[in-house]
């Protein structure tokens, strides 16, 4: 049996693409064609994790296709739409010093500048501009929130992150 826990979401199939077998590939990495950088490929389907095996891939007008080992008709893609493309994170490059992947924000605890707790990160966005972090308080707090998107714009919200201590210090106003 193998262990998921250190597995992470690289990607996301999407529709099929022609008749042989071939999909559209949704890259969640900073340059999308880096995810066919990170081997093997794990997906889960019905609940059970597989992994999945890149025979080929190009750029397909404003997208990335791909083609999978075994999978070599349009119902057999189809059938993996909307699979999320998981791999080993420990296969992740070493970042730079201030750099984060989103595996390491989420869990940490966020506390505005003045000391409040707003709660914990639990979910990422991407919205184009910037990122966005989901942070949710365990209950409804004083200002009746639950939970709080705030943008991932160093300097002028995100004042630190602290991965040792799972604690990210922003400048953010608990009543927004």
């Not at 750099?99 to 506390?111: E, Q, S, T």
């Not at 639950?146 to 004042?159: C, D, M, S, Y």
Request: proline share 3%.
């Amino acid at each position: 049996m193998m262990n998921t826990e250190n597995l992470i979401v690289v990607g996301k199939l999407g529709s099929s693409y022609g008749i042989r077998g071939w999909l559209r590939i949704f890259s969640f990495t900073e340059f999308p064609d880096s995810i066919f950088d990170y081997k093997p490929w794990y997906i889960q389907r019905a609940g059970k994790w597989q992994e999945v095996i890149v025979e080929s891939f190009k750029p397909h007008n404003q997208d990335m296709i791909v083609k999978l080992k075994g999978v070599d008709d349009r119902d057999q893609a189809n059938a993996l739409t909307n699979a999320e493309v998981f791999v080993d994170a420990e296969k992740l490059p070493e970042l730079n010093q201030g750099d984060f992947y989103w595996k390491d924000l989420i869990g940490c605890r966020v506390k505005t500048v003045n000391g409040y707790d707003l709660g914990q990160v639990t979910d990422l966005m991407e919205t184009g501009s910037n990122d966005v972090l989901v942070v949710k308080a365990n209950l409804k707090d004083a200002f009746g929130a639950t939970e709080r998107l705030i943008p991932f714009v160093e300097e002028q919200f995100i004042k630190q992150v602290d991965l040792t201590t799972k604690m990210i210090m922003v400048d953010w106003d608990p009543a927004f």
